[in-house]
């Protein structure tokens, strides 16, 4: 159903036309998945028999009232599985003042830039994949590192031969996610949240290397973060308190028709959980996590018509350590590791077609919230995966 | 004897004749001279290699204080995205929309047509572009890439 709408709306979403003087662009993208898996269901899926159920797509309105001044809005829908529901989202809008090329402000609800795809990671045409490495770009947890209710200050320097920097400094309100996959997992397990809050402050820098097509990049991303809720299994109401740290190191480089990217990732921090087991039950806990994702990967274009790419992607919850209460966990639940393969076919100008394996070991630990729930494997989580994913995307 | 025409092709003959069709396509960048091309206030006659970068990266949005934009030339962006920008063309599409996308910048102005871009050019100020070397450039200044 929302794939049918999005087929009909889209195509003929792109168009630009002046309103009082000013140049309104209407750009607007969508994709349509299909997903096939031999063992675990991924993604909240049915896909060890087949599924359709990855569908999203956008559109959004932006102009420059003044030299200096630039507005737009961008709304996002996304149905993958049981995720995002259908439900309509306002991604980004924003004002943004640029005073020169090294300080502007961009201010509303703005994209967080943390790492090489975060902010662009929804366009599935903008990359080689069908699926990015989901060791840093959970489509699970999307929600929770999109964007931000704040400022930006951002520009770029570009000292004598050293090649140019720019930078992003932001702050602001975190978004909640109620149909994301944190909130998914947790009700895997009895647990509830009622209410999410939090604030981010962070700051990215990339840096165009004086040699050609070298590119390196730092992020770094703060996040605590309350949730109140109930855990109908076990204590009853609770209260959770998280702090956590986020770092990603990139490199990317591209020369002709290549691109390779690396990208490391580390999320340190601890959840104080208020009355965790109810009466009876210790008043409150502290659950460090340290977890951590890599990949590594190739693309190269052979033509207009044609792209084939790989990468292999890693994810370490806990940074694969034994930590208190989860020492029971066997070992594929202490990783996944992914190795994919992709042919990506523009058909034509505005549409593209994705063919991609993926190989896939280990399924995560019940904090990880990355493709793999409980709920949709009531036979038990297998170790191995193979999984196959069509996609079809459109942008204009 | 096996006869080769009549030979049926299984899934993976298939996969691998699409493969094949796919890669012979390739083709390769033909060189060809352009020049720059800027409304006639833009107060500079020269420009570097790396601004002229900057500006098509969307990165430089002033010179000497004035403001410029960039102007897109379709008939030749293959080869000026290649030399000026080390992009395909494809990459530098998909670079203008990942910033359209995360709402960090708007697509700028193309044309088909050269005609259309030294028009564009000569009555926008700031506008700045590229075009083939035997494109008549009226109403526009030329300048000179260091």
Known sequence: MLAALLICVLPSAYAQFSLAGHVVQVHGFFSQGFLYSDQNNYLTMPTSSGSFALTDGGVNLSTRLTSHLRVGAQGYVRKIGNLGNGRVTLDWASADYSFNDHVGIRAGKVKTVFGLYNDTQDVEYLHTWALLPQSLYSLDLRGLTISHLGVDIYGSFTPHRLGTFAYTIYGGKSPSDPTGGNRYALSSYGIYISQMSGTVKGADVKWTTPLAGLMLGGSFLDGPQTLIGKNEIRGGPFRSDTVQHNTAFSVQYTRANWRLDFEHARRQGNATVLNPYGIGGPPSLTFPRDSSGWYVSGAYRFNRLLEIGTYHSRFLPNANRNVEGENFLPPAARHINDQAITARFDVKRYWDLKVEGHFMNGYGDPATSRGFYPQNNPAGLQPRTNLLIIRLGFNR | ?146
């Open chain 2, 1 to 146: 004897m096996m006869q080769r025409g009549k030979q049926r092709r299984g899934p993976l003959g298939h996969a691998c004749a699409v493969l094949f069709a796919a890669l012979s396509m390739a083709g390769a960048v033909r060189a060809e001279g352009l020049k720059v091309i800027a409304h006639p206030d833009v107060p500079v006659s020269e420009i570097s290699a790396a601004e002229l970068k900057s500006i098509f990266l969307l990165m430089k949005t002033s010179i000497k204080g004035s403001r410029v934009e960039p102007v897109i030339d379709g008939s030749s962006l293959r080869t000026f995205s290649f030399e000026y920008l080390g992009k395909t063309d494809q990459g530098l599409e998909i670079y203008y929309r990942s910033r359209v996308f995360a709402g960090t910048g708007s697509m700028p102005a193309r044309f088909v047509s050269p005609a259309d871009v030294v028009a564009h050019v000569a009555r926008t100020r700031g506008a700045i572009s590229y075009v083939s070397e035997d494109t008549p450039a009226s109403g526009v200044k030329t300048l000179r890439v260091r």
